[in-house]
């Protein structure tokens, strides 16, 4: 009998007769029965779920993916891990400064994205999570995004997570806390150092209050080969309580990284709470490892300026070694350094970010540079720029007579010596330039196209315009003549006065919807023929769309 089928007259006997029995019984009676028919059911559900189980088990033991070798099933997670990797650093990079979420206010256990693929793996069945765990390089790398810093088991999780990975496997760690969190979150180092016997790449981006218990410490970090470091905010209290650590300190210096044999490249940067502390009286000097280990320096934003706390003398100290430099420059102060020159005899790639153009002009008059092959020169502001930082460039290229091979320049483009400057570079093969305004890359774009022999090694052209607007953003125009002649395409020999094979363009909408139509139909012709062209728009709210595809209609892609 079914649910909706009305008894038949058997039926209704029968439970006539059970209605008069359990009527005539006493009420303990019957509680004590209702009691064992609720037992009895309990204990059919329990084997209900046991018997699911075992049935899922089997299923699982049975499906084609268990029966794979444990070593292929680890070579799928990998690859799993890899590119879901990639996206969950994209989608906590682009949404670090959004509003958190009330249910999961740091971003633990709120969605495919927001989670560790690692994680995702161990939630699927027991054998998945076991071969995940047994997965020892699995676990060798370790991003962590901190958000609210309101979840208060990151120092547990971090030591779970770097447990799977073994005793022995390098480690590359990635942590990430925002301005203001340093207090909730200090306690989150304590869960990374015990393993810094197995550290290979430390990037920290988080407040001095997270990363004070690293510093004060001597750490054996035998393996360690590289270190970003970008504290994202200094206060006055906060440097109060390190300069607290007199015990930790041996003739002024931090010996955080002095037992790093392999570490050779250091990224550090720092910005600076401006209203409660004054950036003097912090020097990551402090910390730098061993002069004749480092071959990579990067000091970016308020880290380090050569005019002043001796950094002419510092650099002196580390020129012999060093392949790469990033520097930030500051116009010379009364109180600075006197600047002497330097010789750097191994550099490689320099790259020099100033607020103004004349901060660098004494840096670079400075510098002797026999080896340089890469220079990447910026201008924070936006502003006009005269022709001395470039002459100072220009005789610095002369005394050091190297030859580059690629340059980069953002902002850095009004000045009427440039294209002197790049008319000298024959050998250059990759060329970068930037501007906030579209419009400013014109004048380089008329230099090149006017001037077809010019550059004659160049393979890589970058014109990256932003998304600002200017007063009428005019089109650019030339960008046709450039490729004429220049071009090399798949299968021919090269141009007349080049091998040019990639073209990269940034404009805004404004100046592309004012481009000349049978220029874009050139450049699409191009494409066409196997040129590697890459053209992408700026709109308004700040979107990047790829227009290549569609130079002829003029309709976007977003990206």
Same mark, same amino acid.
């Given at each position: ?200 790449? !430390?990037?920290?981006? %988080?407040? &001095? ?9 001597? +750490?054996?970090? $035998?393996? #360690? /080969? ?123 790639? !320099?790259?020099?970010? %100033?607020? &103004? ?9 400075? +510098?002797?540079? $026999?080896? #340089? /092959? ?145 220029? #874009? ?39």
């Amino acid at each position: 009998m079914s649910a909706s089928d009305p008894p038949d007259e058997i039926e209704k006997h029968a439970i006539s007769e059970r209605w008069r029995t359990f009527s005539s019984l006493p009420t303990t009676q019957l509680r004590a029965i209702l009691t064992q028919e609720q037992i009895d059911i309990h204990i059919l559900r329990d084997k209900l779920s046991t018997a699911e189980k075992k049935v899922a088990m089997i299923k699982t033991i049975l499906s084609p993916f268990s029966r794979l070798p444990q070593e292929l099933i680890s070579e799928i997670f990998h690859f799993y891990c890899a590119t879901q990797g990639v996206i969950y650093d994209a989608f906590q990079k682009r949404n670090s400064r959004t509003r958190p979420s009330k249910v999961d206010p740091d971003r633990i256990v709120s969605g495919v994205f927001t989670i560790p693929p690692q994680m995702i793996l161990t939630q699927i069945c027991s054998y998945w999570r076991t071969v995940a765990h047994e997965t020892r390089s699995l676990w060798t790398n370790l991003t962590v995004y901190i958000q609210t810093g309101k979840f208060t088991h990151h120092e547990q999780l971090i030591e779970n997570w770097l447990n799977h990975s073994g005793q022995n496997m390098p480690l590359d760690i990635f942590l990430s806390v925002p301005k203001g969190k340093g207090q909730v979150t200090k306690s989150i180092m304590l869960g990374i150092i015990p393993f810094a016997n197995r550290w290979r790449r !430390l990037e920290l981006s %988080a407040p &001095f209050q997270t990363i004070r218990p690293l510093l004060i410490r001597t +750490l054996d970090a $035998p393996l #360690l /080969e590289h270190v970003r470091m970008n504290i994202c905010h200094i206060t006055e209290s906060s440097m109060l309580a390190y300069s607290m650590d007199v015990t930790f300190v041996s003739d002024g210096y931090y010996p955080a990284f002095h037992n790093a044999p392999k570490l050779h490249s250091f990224d550090c940067g720092a910005i600076f709470d401006p209203d409660t502390y004054h950036e003097d009286t912090f020097s990551f000097l402090t910390i730098l490892p061993q002069p004749q280990q480092l071959t990579r320096l990067a000091m970016n934003g308020n880290a380090f300026v050569p005019s002043i706390s001796g950094g002419f003398s510092l650099l002196g100290v580390y020129a012999h070694t060093l392949v790469s430099l990033s520097i930030h420059v500051s116009r010379e102060t009364p109180d600075a350094e006197a600047p002497f020159p330097l010789t750097f005899p191994q550099l490689r790639s !320099l790259s020099v970010v %100033a607020s &103004f153009p004349f901060d660098g002009d004494h840096f670079f008059e400075q +510098l002797t540079l $026999p080896v #340089l /092959e890469t220079f990447e020169f910026t201008i924070e502001k936006d502003c006009f720029m005269n022709d001395q930082a470039y002459t100072k460039i220009i005789d610095m290229q002369a005394r050091s007579s190297f030859v580059l091979k690629e340059i980069a320049i953002c902002n850095a483009l009004n000045a009427s010596n440039l294209c002197t400057f790049l008319e000298m570079q024959n050998s250059l093969r990759r060329l970068s330039l930037s501007a906030l305004h579209s419009c400013k890359l014109q004048n380089v774009v008329s230099w090149l196209s006017d001037k077809p022999s010019a550059l004659p090694c160049l393979q890589e052209l970058h014109l990256l315009g932003g998304q600002l607007k200017m007063g009428s953003e005019d089109p650019w125009k030339g960008l046709e003549d450039i490729m004429h002649g220049r071009a090399q395409l798949p299968g021919e020999p090269m141009g007349v006065y080049g091998n040019l094979q990639l073209l990269d363009i940034r404009m805004s909408k404004t100046a592309f919807g004012r481009m000349d139509q049978d220029e #874009l139909n050139s450049l699409q012709q191009y494409r066409d023929l196997g040129l590697d062209i890459r053209f992408h728009i700026w709109l308004s709210n700040g979107t990047l769309v790829d227009a290549v595809d569609h130079l002829a209609s003029r309709t976007f892609t977003p990206i």
